[in-house]
């Protein structure tokens, strides 16, 4: 049974930090891309950063370049997302994405999502 599960969230001040995880079962953990995406209220769900599978290249969306890290320990099975200087902007439901394309066929998993407010 393939479960993420996310924590971590919470609320926070502005310029405040949290740290989220996300932990995997069910799946070859190392194989896979992982992702975390964010969904504010009314808006779309959006790529925030992703790590290869081997934890060596990142990427990261323009708005959170420079304040969140996203690293991964593969003997735990775990994402993690590193998140600093928040700002009420970043106010969403934060999911993790587990992701790997075997001979074009996608495989992907979802995480419940955790709740991050930012706010004074």
């Known amino acids: 049974q393939v479960q993420l599960v996310e924590s971590g969230g919470g609320l926070v001040q502005p310029g405040g930090s949290l740290r989220l995880s996300c932990a995997a079962s069910g799946f070859t953990f190392s194989d896979y891309v992982m992702k975390w995406y964010r969904q504010a209220p009314g808006k779309e769900r959006e790529l925030v950063a992703d790590i290869l599978s081997a934890g060596g290249s990142t990427n990261y969306a323009d708005s959170v370049k420079g304040r969140f890290t996203i690293s991964r320990d593969n003997a735990k099975n775990t994402v993690y997302l590193q998140m600093n200087s928040l700002k009420p902007e970043d106010t969403a439901v934060y999911y993790c994405?587990?992701?790997?394309?075997?001979?074009?066929?996608?495989?992907?998993?979802w995480g419940q999502g955790t709740q991050v407010t930012v706010s004074s």
């Open positions: 994405n587990a992701r790997r394309v075997v001979y074009q066929r996608v495989f992907t998993y």
